[in-house]
């Protein structure tokens, strides 16, 4: 599953989530993918925009309107 994620940091900083399981284990990964950025699709551990470590349950999804 992969889903548009938003910091919770006044930036909103975008973050592109990507969850992985293995067997019993399962965890996100996060991604850049803002083209600007100098980070643009590596891996971060970290909100480029606050560095508050990046925690699925401290990130919003982003919904698009329609
Ligand atoms: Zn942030």
Redesign the pocket.
């Known amino acids: 599953m992969a889903a548009l994620l938003r910091?919770s940091?006044e930036?909103e900083?975008e973050i592109w989530g990507e969850s992985w399981r293995v067997e019993e284990k399962h965890g996100w990964a996060f991604f850049d993918q803002q083209d600007w950025s100098e980070t643009y699709a590596q891996r971060l551990t970290r909100?480029p925009?606050?560095g508050?470590r990046l925690e699925r349950k401290n990130l919003r999804a982003v919904t698009h309107p329609a």
């Open positions: 910091c940091c930036h900083r909100c925009a606050c508050r």
